[in-house]
């Protein structure tokens, strides 16, 4: 048979002094570690799914390239070699000229383009920002508590 306790506010409790209090703050700590393992087992599997799903983007996206670059270099090739004939037969240019002028500007075209690839490459950002974010939260919150 449970006794009565009076607590500090005037509420009657079931509880016999003494056991009972050090169960449920036992308890208590287990469910706040129950938590934590869970929050950080969240956290593990949310980084994953965010490296897993930007991985296929990425995949996907240089599959695309790699056959942009290759029809690329085969048209630009073709191409290249009309334009130097072009310069050479219609304008009377020397050949060794006219493949001069269009390798300068093919140079000139691939030195631009580096540069553009190089800008944006400075501002990716291969790193999960949902993850890291979410984690500095927690972090923070933690610190205030």
Do not use: C
């Amino acid at each position: 048979m449970a006794t009565t306790v009076e607590t500090p506010r005037g509420i009657e409790s079931d509880r016999p002094p003494g056991g009972p209090q050090s169960e449920s703050v036992t308890e208590l700590l287990s469910g706040i570690i129950n938590d934590a393992q869970t929050l950080v087992r969240q956290q593990a599997e949310m980084l994953t799914a965010e490296l897993r799903e930007d991985f296929k983007s990425t995949a996907r996206a240089a599959q695309f390239g790699a056959v942009g670059v290759v029809f690329t270099t085969v048209g630009v090739l073709g191409l290249t070699t009309a334009l130097a004939y072009l310069l050479h037969e219609h304008y009377a240019i020397e050949m060794w000229v006219s493949w001069g002028i269009v390798g300068g500007v093919a140079v000139f075209i691939g030195l631009g383009s580096t540069w553009i690839s190089h800008t944006l490459l400075q501002l990716f950002n291969p790193l999960p920002d949902k993850t890291f974010n979410a984690l500095k939260e927690q972090y923070t919150w933690k610190t205030r508590s």
